[in-house]
């Protein structure tokens, strides 16, 4: 081997471009070599430390709403009155409904009751002759002293709790009671000269009836009505 290129203990020197340095041979091994030192890497900087990002201004006051909010918010508040108006109204037209139906309901019941009453006037008419006749009948037997009178007496109440079953109560007229137009007809007068006596019924011709809690008598009781008259 040529000792220009080799050094000492026969390495072989670097040529000038020192391409083809070889270590040495007592160079330690790669593997053999103590542990590397780490550089600790430097943490990178805050946004406010970067030069590059200015700092946020600073606000002098309250942060004000922007107009597109402020639009926003007012649409979605008339929004919501115009929907409680909507369902205020409709609480409104449903109340009335109601209302249309009970007055419906009302008049479909008197129509009923007024259909009801005008098939039964017939039979009522005839329970209320057979009254009549029974309460005539009495006061003859009663006159002449006769026990059947009892017989009529509980003839009438039989017929009187008859119509009962069907809400249909008898105007009570009886001799003497005050004459009221709204309950009796006036088939015939009497006159008096007693002046305690002047428009007092002076007998029941026929009972009268009417239903229980009706506006007026569907029946009225035929009675004969004292008169007064001043004695000439």
Known sequence: MDES?????GVPKADSDGDDFVAAPDSPHPEERGPKT???ERPSPAPWERPDVPPAPEL???PTESPEAASGAGGVVAAVGGLEEQVRKFHARSENQEQIIRQMQSRIEQLQGDQVQALLKPVLRRFAGLH???????????ER????????????DAIEESLGLIDVESVEAAPLVEFDPKKHHAARVVPTEDVELD???QRVLRQGFSYVDADRVF???Q??????????
Do not use: C, H, I, N
């Open 5 to 9: 290129l080799t050094g000492d203990f």
């Open 38 to 40: 780490r550089v600790p």
């Open 60 to 62: 002098d006051g309250p």
């Open 132 to 142: 009549a006749q029974a309460a005539e009948a009495a006061e003859r037997a009663r």
């Open 145 to 156: 002293g006769e026990k059947s009178e009892k017989d009529f007496d509980f003839f009438m």
């Open 199 to 201: 428009k007092r019924v």
């Open 219 to 221: 029946l009225p009781a």
């Open 223 to 232: 009675v004969s009505v004292y008169r007064y008259q001043p004695p000439q």
